[in-house]
């Protein structure tokens, strides 16, 4: 695995290093060893698998809030995805930047997402399949987003947007206090 820096510290743009001959190719996604060499988590407790049927469905932005803020390894197992990452930890020379990653089941690219940044992606493809490694339990009272669309961040979604569910449409702005109150939408993905 070859792990490159991203514009956002932290974050890691991960390259497999397939090992092919006559019947295909056999790759890592994951290994202790060259994680810690990394200083990056190695402890996932949840893997999740996420589906998305139709072009252009977008889901995001989502987070964890101390002290079960998540670590997440994402990656696209089939179909096409935009990946955005968005660093919210106030203390980051980064705080309130974005940066996207195209993820494809084709390039086999996973990013991996520190703890402090807020999750999204859209599919550029129908039938899209995400699957990822997450570092923390989902816990529902420290759930917490902010709406795809964010002025404060004016982050370029590659297509319109075709499905987002009812919790991801009405998550408030950034700046406004309801995002960090107990009791918002539950993220999902």
Not at 139 to 164: C, H, K, N, Q
């Amino acid at each position: 695995m070859r792990f490159l820096e991203t514009e956002l510290p932290g974050a890691r743009l991960i390259y497999l290093e397939p090992m092919c001959d006559n019947r295909g190719f056999f790759s890592r996604t994951f290994c202790v060893q060259e994680f810690a060499a990394q200083a990056l988590e190695t402890k996932f407790v949840q893997h999740s698998l996420s589906f998305s049927a139709v072009r252009g469905t977008l889901r995001g932005m989502h987070f964890q809030t101390p002290p079960h803020g998540e670590v997440k390894l994402v990656e696209c197992s089939k179909g096409a995805i935009f990946d955005v990452i968005v660093d919210i930890r106030p203390q980051s020379p980064a705080f309130r930047r974005w940066q996207g990653f195209e993820l494809t089941a084709a390039n086999r690219r996973q990013l991996y997402i520190p703890s402090g940044f807020a999750h999204g992606f859209q599919t550029l493809t129908a039938d899209a399949e995400v699957r990822y490694l997450i570092s923390a339990f989902y816990e529902p009272s420290a759930a917490r987003g902010f709406r795809y669309d964010d002025p404060a961040f004016a982050i370029s979604w590659p297509l319109p947007v075709t499905v987002i569910s009812g919790k991801d449409r009405i998550w408030p702005d950034f700046g406004d206090g309801p995002m960090i109150r107990a009791g918002s939408p539950a993220a999902i993905g």
